[in-house]
């Protein structure tokens, strides 16, 4: 890749933002505490007000913990400016507009202010779902318009979406890059489609969990439980949907579904909408999937302890699974090698990492009761497992499995016997999404796997995350959970079968 030579907006030129709301308020501290002169503008007087006591209480928490002296913080207060309607702006190089998510009232404002503005200035908009295209198409010298999607809370989230519509110069896109950098953000770029980056790929992380919800396979709270402890996620999808708030979320699903004209992978779910509907929209309603407030408790998640493991046996290549050996022999658990089709058996009893088929069908295939445990980050370090088993799975033979990782220091979770179970099915979806971004010229690899762990805190990027569990893995995982619902949501993106073919041409 070859490195830009653009360079960053000169502090000399003075940037606008347009909307004092918490997100213009954060982008323009971010520029201020770079050295540039800001405007802050807004319609209204009072917004105006509550952005700079924003801003304000921001740099005296910074400095409170000593991240910046107080010198310094009241430098930054001090290049920022309230400018209301008509306000005189001077040497602006860079316009940044962090208004209501409504593409009419984005274009009115942006061509307001161009006409305010030297020719020159870039304009940009901070929008996280509408077509940077299709705004851009609407003012003067398309060219200069490109997408500066920041993350909330601007001022500590890393990343920025850098977006180019049809029309961006590309000289623009590289100094907008230039100046996110200077700015201490982490850029990446991509073009104009529904979702851009962050919010195309992270579609798979609540739908595979509202699906399993659907279903009834598990709850709010084990689901959510499995998904951090097991999978590594900072947040469960669960509690994070509450945070985000279920009316947004749902926003978002829709818009990227009907931008890919109601592709069934982003598909909105009547469980969720049936908490907007309610009204029951997470941490700001009180209520969403856990209920909110003094003396509210959630409901405790039951863990299956199992009984003590006396003997084990492996039998061939476990896969992503391997370090399991290694974590039995240091429990000194005796355990026995065997030639074999990727088992655990412990005390006689089978188990396998799920490969995205439920444990019914690997138990029809294997001739016997199977029970399956889901895929982890880090089988040493994670602190839970979950396991299904089929309908002819006893008590007992549950029992025996829980126990072994109990012995190994895990908490065990029972979900229902789905296809792919939980951690599984979502990272598969995750990697298959962003591989689907690369090959339609979305965004680079390197940029999808930065936008994943800079913008949502994901512990891997996906496609690093796919190579390390290894791409025919996760093919074969969404190939199975294609046979078992039948459904086009579950296809294997071009790129990552290509990869799965080139691997399994070189193991020959």
């Known amino acids: 890749m070859v490195e830009s030579t653009a360079t960053a907006l000169p502090l000399d030129r003075a940037v606008v933002v347009i909307g004092a709301g918490t997100m213009g308020a954060g982008i323009a501290e971010v520029a201020a505490s770079a050295g540039h002169v800001v405007y802050l503008c807004d319609t209204s007087e009072a917004a105006l007000d509550r952005g700079r006591a924003q801003i304000r209480a921001s740099l005296d928490k910074r400095v409170a913990k000593a991240k910046i002296a107080q010198h310094d913080a009241e430098a930054v207060y001090a290049r ?172 978002v699903t829709r818009s990227v579904w009907e931008g890919f004209f109601h592709d ?37 998640i039951q863990d299956l302890h199992g009984s003590i493991t006396t003997q084990v046996v492996i039998e061939g290549d476990l896969g992503p699974a391997a370090a399991l050996g290694t974590l039995i022999e240091e429990a000194n658990i005796p355990v026995h090698y065997a030639p074999g089709r990727g088992l655990i058996r412990v005390d006689g009893v089978a188990l396998a990492l799920t490969d995205g088929r439920s444990a019914a069908a690997r138990s029809v295939e294997l001739g016997e009761p199977v029970v399956l445990f889901d895929l982890a980050l880090d089988y040493r370090t994670s602190t839970r497992i979950a396991l299904a088993g089929a309908v002819d799975v006893s ?31 979502t990272v598969a979806m995750l990697v298959n999404e962003a591989a689907d971004a690369v090959q339609q010229g979305i965004a680079s690899e390197h940029d999808v796997d930065a936008a994943m762990t800079g913008g949502v805190n994901y512990p891997l990027g996906p496609l690093a995350w796919g190579r390390k569990v290894e791409l025919p893995y996760v093919a074969g995982v969404i190939r199975h959970l294609s046979s078992a619902y039948g459904e086009d949501r579950y296809r294997v993106s071009p790129w990552l079968q290509a990869r799965t073919q080139a691997e399994a041409r070189a193991h020959g």
């Open 80 to 251: 920022v400016h309230a400018a209301g309607p008509g306000a005189p702006l001077e040497r602006v190089g860079l316009v940044i507009e962090a208004i209501v998510e409504n593409l009419e009232i984005k274009v009115a404002a942006l061509r307001d202010m161009a006409a305010r503005v030297d020719e020159d200035a870039i304009l940009s908009t901070n929008t996280s779902s509408l077509s940077v295209t299709a705004l851009a198409s609407r003012l003067p010298q398309p060219g200069r318009v490109v997408g500066m999607h920041f993350f909330n809370p601007a001022t500590i989230l890393p990343l920025v979406e850098v977006v180019r519509g049809q029309a961006s110069d590309p000289d623009v896109v590289d100094t907008i890059v230039a100046t996110a950098r200077a700015w201490k953000k982490v850029p990446v770029v991509c073009q104009s489609t529904p979702g851009f980056i962050v919010n195309r790929v992270a579609r798979p992380f609540y739908g595979e969990a509202l699906r399993l919800l659907l279903e009834q396979h598990t709850t709010p709270e084990t689901l959510d439980a499995v998904m951090r402890e097991c999978g590594g996620f900072r947040m469960g999808p669960c509690e994070l949907m509450d945070l985000i708030g279920h009316d947004v979320n749902f926003a």
């Open 395 to 425: 008590p007992a033979q549950l029992d025996s499995a829980a126990g072994l990782f109990t012995a190994l220091g895990k908490k065990v979770s029972v979900l229902g016997d789905a296809a792919g179970m939980a951690v599984s099915r």
């Open 264 to 300: 069934p992978r982003y598909q909105p779910s009547l469980v969720q909408k049936q908490l907007v509907d309610a009204g029951w929209l997470g941490r700001k309603s009180g209520r969403g999937f856990f209920a909110y407030g003094e003396g509210q408790e959630r409901t405790p």
